[in-house]
């Protein structure tokens, strides 16, 4: 069964640094994924996604990532975080067209000022 | 911006009560699911729902738990003799195609059973 696997449960790092947070998925041919982020208290909202094509993506609020193949990986990257950052980021991986997705553990972005 | 809407968004519920959770999906969406969370932990899936049927469950959804499109806008999860290990964020979400579009999450109702 697919599965998707995020390595720290806690990131920390300070206003104005660089972010990566790790996702990586088990699975034979190629998933879709996504990242979420969900801020204390509210639902999850959609980062990003991929599907097929260009391997970096484009997210919101200034996040990307990019899907490397070979390492079954689809790590989230942000040059500069803000404050605001700090909530949960939880990377997903869904097989076929119309099936369900399934989430990683979360990790927990704490910045400092 | 469409939304997904859940209602209530607290409930406390006595162990062995039914309950039954309320989800508004975006109008055009045509797929919808029931994720929960309980504290401190990962997001699980439930169920799925299209063309007014369950496509998949997961072990969790077993016999106590059931969900319903009664109407053309409503989506329901029913709990029906609630326990204490039910506790948790339940979190609704549609969507218009999920590979295209991912899903939109409504903001959760938060279960607590005593």
């Known amino acids: 069964a697919q599965s998707v696997t995020q390595p720290d449960i806690h990131i920390t790092v300070s206003e104005g640094a660089s972010l990566e947070l790790r996702c990586n998925y088990s699975y034979g041919a190629t998933p879709y994924l996504f990242w979420y982020v969900q801020s204390p208290g509210q639902g999850l909202q959609l980062l990003l996604k991929y599907f097929s094509g260009d391997t970096l993506v484009q997210g919101i609020k200034g996040f990307e990532a990019e899907f490397k193949r070979s390492q079954s990986s689809f790590n989230l990257r942000k040059p500069s975080v803000h404050w605001s950052d700090a909530a949960e980021y939880f990377c997903a991986v869904g097989l076929d067209r119309d099936d369900k997705i399934i989430f990683g553990k979360g990790t927990r972005l704490h910045i400092l000022p | 911006e469409p939304e997904v809407t859940q209602t209530p968004s607290h409930q406390v519920t006595q162990m062995g009560q039914e309950v039954i959770l309320r989800c508004v999906p975006i109008s055009n969406h045509l797929y919808f699911y029931w994720y929960r969370q309980i504290l401190g932990q990962k997001v699980e899936f439930l169920v799925s729902f299209y063309n007014n049927e369950i496509s998949e469950k997961s072990e969790i959804f077993d016999d106590q738990f059931s969900v319903e499109r009664p109407d053309g806008s409503n989506f329901t999860l029913k709990i029906r003799s609630t326990k204490l290990e039910d506790s948790a964020m339940y979190f609704c979400?549609?969507?218009?195609?999920?590979?295209?579009?991912?899903?939109?999450f409504g903001s959760g109702t938060r279960l607590t059973v005593v």
């Open positions: 979400a549609s969507s218009e195609h999920p590979v295209t579009y991912g899903y939109t």
